[in-house]
């Protein structure tokens, strides 16, 4: 029997230990996440481990409500040690759950605790966690330059002022790049109730009044120059399906007239609106040589009661089962045809839809880039041992796995970067089985080299950083 999280968890072959050795010293780059640019500048040391551990993690509340906790030990009011006391009491029953390795692995690196938390060491590990907070050192930018990351990209609004990455720009202090990523989905979200409110926040931003189509777009393009200015490399869009429409462009004009007046939209008049906007976008993208990353397939909000109490990315959201090939193809090709095709990562969320995804992005590579279009890493519901194993072998099946950008944490969470060391165990672990099968030649070096390019040097090729 093997011991519980040693230091040859997930490495069952000599190969697979060996690559570790060389994957886990790369740095980190974390080029997609859900952090605060503003709570990085503040950098405030935290009260506690509740604190520190569950004030934004819905996937830790999503497994608190299924053990059966009450909402008021979740997002609600009782206190920090009541909540963590819930949360030590659940996680016994999170078998198979990568929040069970996850958990272990943030006592493990961040704190030295090496016991299991359960009812019954959750007082002995309450009291630990917080003496090592109280004396400092888990501030965020700490725990940021702790865990050996180099470079964030964070999720910014187009009417963002992006004020708190230029402060961390000027401060030479601290040796971790803060990069905004432009993510325009209240732009997009013509069919939201939320795009009247945000048009308003944008006109306030941009010192513009946004009364038509052609203005918002100007707008917006104007921004995204702003955003290179402050550094971005990269955009964010999240779809449950990629929408493909056209109409002509007086249409689109009376389209966004009835958004903007908060008007209802058929299906087709929002998948035209949303086409065309994004294809304006992404040829900016291409222009300013940055990357678009587009996350497919979550169907969110799912409990309304739930949603009208605590808002959203709260833990109700789920996977989604449209059929998203059709309209990603045609918006790949119309992108293409016009050699404005951006840099590209697809994240799918519907793990049925991996060999879909696998398959798309040999359709446009290319041009003498090194993998323009990345399949990206195993994303929210898929970042567990399964998850990860079956994008891997996807990409190895029908890609260049050599020539994958890796992992991100995709989390609000400054203690998620353990989560960087469960991918690179899962990946070595994954290539040793192939050489210990007689499946790849065992050529130590360049295996180790492949760890090390996955676990870092292909992403910060691949973004520029």
């Avoid at 929040?99 to 630990?128: A, M, N, V």
């Amino acid at each position: 029997m093997k011991k519980f999280m040693d230091d040859d968890f997930l490495l069952s072959t000599d190969t697979a230990k060996e690559l570790f050795r060389a994957a886990k010293e790369m740095p980190i780059f974390d080029w997609h996440c859900h952090l605060s640019p503003k709570e990085i500048y503040e950098n405030k040391n935290p009260d506690d481990i509740a604190e520190l551990w569950l004030s934004y993690d819905h996937y830790k509340w999503r497994a608190m409500r299924s053990f059966g906790i009450d909402e008021k030990y979740i997002t609600g009011d009782a206190d920090g040690y009541d909540k963590f006391k819930a949360w030590a009491k659940t996680m016994p029953y999170l078998i198979g759950n990568p929040l069970y390795h996850w958990t272990h692995l943030e006592l493990q690196r961040y704190f030295g605790i090496y016991k299991t938390l359960s009812p019954e060491t959750c007082d002995e590990i309450w009291e630990k966690c917080n003496a090592k907070i109280k004396k400092g050192g888990f501030s965020p930018r700490e725990l940021i330059e702790k865990s050996g990351v180099v470079c964030v990209c964070t999720t910014d609004d187009p009417a963002d002022t992006l004020e708190y990455h230029k402060l961390l720009a000027k401060d030479k202090s601290f040796s971790c790049r803060v990069l905004p990523a432009f993510r325009p989905e209240k732009a997009l979200g013509i069919d939201s109730p939320a795009f009247v409110p945000w048009l308003s926040k944008l006109e306030n931003t941009a010192g513009v009044k946004i009364d038509s189509y052609e203005t918002l777009k100007k707008v917006l393009k104007d921004r995204i120059r702003y955003f290179d200015s402050v550094g971005c490399l990269a955009s964010d869009h999240s779809f449950s399906y990629i929408p493909y429409a056209r109409c002509e462009k007086e249409e689109l004009q009376e389209i966004f007239k009835k958004g903007a007046a908060g008007e209802k939209l058929t299906v087709f008049e929002s998948d035209c609106y949303k086409t065309d906007l994004l294809t304006e976008l992404a040829k900016e993208y291409a222009s300013c040589g940055w990357v678009m990353e587009l996350h497919v397939g979550a169907l969110r909000n799912n409990n309304t009661r739930m949603f009208e109490k605590i808002g959203a990315d709260s833990g109700f959201d789920s996977i989604d089962d449209c059929n998203t090939a059709s309209g990603l193809s045609k918006f790949l090709d119309s992108l293409d045809r016009e050699n404005s095709l951006p840099k590209t990562v697809l994240f799918n969320l519907n793990p049925r839809d991996n060999f879909v995804y696998g398959s798309m992005i040999g359709n446009f590579q290319g041009s003498g880039n090194y993998s323009k279009i990345q399949y990206g890493a195993a994303w929210w519901f898929n970042d567990n041992y399964d998850g990860m194993r079956k994008q891997l072998a996807t990409l190895a099946n029908l890609g260049c796995l050599g020539k994958f950008i890796g992992m991100v944490t995709d989390s609000r969470s400054f203690l998620s970067y353990p989560r960087h060391e469960y991918f690179r165990r899962i990946l070595c672990e994954y290539i040793g089985d192939l050489v210990e099968e007689g499946k790849y030649p065992h050529d130590t070096e360049f295996l180790k080299k492949v760890a090390e390019d996955i676990s870092y040097n292909n992403a910060a090729a691949y973004f520029g950083i």
